[in-house]
Nanobody, 115 residues
């Protein structure tokens, strides 16, 4: 059974940093393409960053230069380092992966950027 558990969200002022973590069980993250997504109430979920099993990374335009996705194989965990946070980054952040027939999501972690 695939389980993804996010942590690390919180309240930070503009310009601050947070490091989100996604602990996986039921899969080995280095063998899966993993992603971070975010969702604001009333809006569609959007992709933030993706880390392919090959090690290739991709970022949404708003995340480039500020966010970094990484993988800790020993901990079977995927991280999202977020720097220079802006109020518009406020959202629930989700870790996710998928097969050809099914999507897997964590429960999400709230990130609030406010002074």
């Amino acid at each position: 059974q695939v389980q993804l558990v996010e942590s690390g969200g919180g309240l930070v002022p503009p310009g601050g940093s947070l490091r989100l973590s996604c602990a996986a069980s039921g899969i080995i993250v280095r063998h899966w393409d993993m992603g971070w997504y975010r969702q604001v109430a009333g809006k569609e979920r959007e992709e933030v960053a993706r880390l392919w099993m090959s090690g290739v990374r991709a970022y949404a335009d708003f995340a480039k230069g500020r966010f970094t996705i990484s993988r800790d194989n020993a901990e079977n965990t995927v991280h999202l380092q977020m720097d220079n946070l802006k109020p518009e980054d406020t959202a629930v952040y989700f870790c996710g992966t998928q097969t050809s027939t099914q999507n897997y999501w964590g429960q999400g972690t709230q990130v609030t950027v406010s002074s």
